[in-house]
C-alpha cells in the first residue's frame, strides 16, 4: 500500500500549562518555547511538512489565543479544538475525533523525534491495531532489584535499558468502541494510561520501535539541553 502523507493527519496537542517549566509558561505557553532560532511547534511543523503532511490539528487550551494567532500564520489550513486548560489528553483526541476518518498521527505538543512517518503508518496498518505507540530506548540511573514474598532477591539489574512512550502515536477512531467515559474523562495522562493497559489485553496496542535522536521539554533542565544540542542556527532537522 503506497502512503500519501499530504492525505492524512496530525493532531498536535498543545493544551496543557507546562508548570514544570516554571516562569518561563506564565507569558507564553509552551509549544511557542523559543529553542535556537524558532519555536517548539516551529521546529515540530516544519519536520512534518517537509515529509509531506499538509493537515494539522491543534488541542488547545492554556493562552490559547495566543496559540492560534502564532499557528494561523504557519499553517492556512489549521483546525482548532479548544476545549480550556483542565482536560486530560485522551478527552482531547475525542474531542477531536469528527476528524480520526483514518489512521490519525497524534504528537505531544513538546516532543521532538526524527520519525519516519511512512514506515509507521505501513507498520500500523499491517499490525490491524487501534492504537501504535512509540517507544524509545532510555537507560534507568540505578540498579533494579526483586524479591519474593519472603524477601529474598529474585533478580538484580544494573542501570537497564527499558522502553518508554515518546509521546507520538497513531491512532484509529475506533478506538473509543473500547473504552467508556470514566477512561476518557481522566485528568492529564492518566486517560491515556488507562487507555492503553485497557487495549493490551485486547491484543489492539502495536509499538514502533524509534532510536534516533529525540527531544522532550518538559523542565528547565530539559530546555537547556534541547538548546544546547539543536544551537542557536541550526533547525531541529540539521542536527539529526
Known amino acids: 500500500m503506497k502512503i500519501k502523507l499530504s492525505e492524512y493527519k496530525i493532531i498536535i496537542l498543545c493544551g496543557g500549562r507546562g508548570k514544570r517549566l516554571g516562569k518561563i509558561t506564565k507569558k507564553i505557553p509552551k509549544p511557542l518555547v523559543k529553542v535556537g532560532g524558532l519555536s517548539i511547534i516551529e521546529h515540530k511543523l516544519n519536520f512534518y511538512k517537509k515529509q509531506g503532511f499538509k493537515n494539522f490539528a491543534f488541542c488547545i487550551g492554556y493562552k490559547s489565543?495566543?496559540?492560534k494567532k502564532f499557528l494561523k500564520k504557519k499553517c492556512k489550513k489549521a483546525i482548532f479544538f479548544e476545549e480550556g486548560v483542565n482536560v486530560g489528553i485522551l478527552k482531547r483526541i475525542f474531542l477531536a475525533r469528527k476528524i480520526i476518518n483514518k489512521p490519525t498521527i497524534i504528537s505531544y505538543g513538546d516532543t521532538l523525534a526524527?520519525?519516519?512517518?511512512?514506515?509507521?503508518?505501513?507498520?500500523?496498518?499491517k499490525s490491524k491495531a487501534v492504537l501504535s505507540i512509540v517507544v524509545a530506548p532510555i537507560r534507568h540511573p540505578f540498579g533494579l532489584v526483586s524479591w519474593n514474598s519472603k524477601k529474598k532477591a529474585t533478580k538484580f539489574e544494573e542501570k537497564p535499558i527499558l522502553s518508554h512512550f515518546i509521546g507520538?502515536?497513531?491512532?484509529?477512531?475506533?478506538?473509543?468502541?473500547?473504552?467508556?467515559?470514566?477512561?476518557?474523562?481522566l485528568?492529564?495522562?492518566?486517560?491515556?494510561?488507562?487507555?492503553?493497559?485497557t487495549l493490551i489485553p485486547k491484543r489492539l496496542v502495536n509499538v514502533y520501535k524509534f532510536d534516533g535522536l529525540q527531544l522532550t521539554v518538559n523542565s528547565?533542565?530539559?530546555l537547556k539541553e534541547a538548546r544546547t544540542k539543536i544551537g542557536k542556527y541550526f533547525t531541529f532537522d540539521e542536527i539529526l
Open 220 to 222: 528547565p533542565n530539559e
Open 168 to 185: 507520538y502515536a497513531i491512532i484509529e477512531s475506533k478506538i473509543f468502541d473500547y473504552l467508556d467515559n470514566k477512561i476518557i474523562g
Open 114 to 125: 526524527k520519525i519516519n512517518f511512512k514506515d509507521l503508518l505501513v507498520k500500523h496498518n
Open 187 to 197: 485528568e492529564n495522562g492518566k486517560g491515556m494510561v488507562k487507555a492503553i493497559q
Open 65 to 67: 489565543h495566543l496559540l
